[in-house]
Nanobody, 125 residues
Framework: VRLVESGGGFVQTGGSLGVSCRAS????????MGWFRQAPGKEREFVAA????????DYAGSVKGRFTISRNNTDNTTYLQMSSLKPEDTAVYYC???????????????????WGRGTQVTVSS
């Protein structure tokens, strides 16, 4: 499975930004999709995940109510819409995936088998 992120960039505090991830190499509707992020000097952390049929989603407490994950199984793409951005949201955002027939979404990085190369999101104060 190949995952390619796009979007990201620079935004001021309180602004909005979206990132997307296009998957190829396996039936997209078999993949649970997730977003993780890693700030300089910090460990990679879970941001959001969505089940293969979009029935289930999960969010980190720090982004709940501000970020929205979605997917389009026709376009093989998952999206992360971010609003009310804060400087502490600055990080490299990674798209990740695992193949799972169920609808439960895992939040641990070790549960994900496939990773993109990441896209930078910078929020200025």
């Amino acid at each position: 499975v190949r995952l390619v992120e796009s979007g990201g960039g620079f935004v001021q505090t309180g602004g909005s930004l979206g990132v997307s991830c296009r998957a190829s190499g396996r039936a997209f509707n078999k993949l649970t999709m997730g977003w993780f992020r890693q700030a300089p000097g910090k460990e990679r952390e879970f941001v959001a995940a969505i089940s293969r049929n979009a029935v289930a989603t999960d969010y980190a407490g720090s982004v709940k109510g501000r970020f929205t994950i979605s997917r389009n199984n026709t376009d093989n793409t998952t999206y992360l819409q971010m609003s009310s951005l804060k400087p502490e949201d600055t990080a490299v955002y990674y798209c990740a995936a695992y193949s799972w027939e169920g609808t439960y979404v895992y939040t641990g990085a070790d549960d994900y088998d496939y990773w993109g190369r990441g896209t930078q999101v910078t929020v200025s104060s």
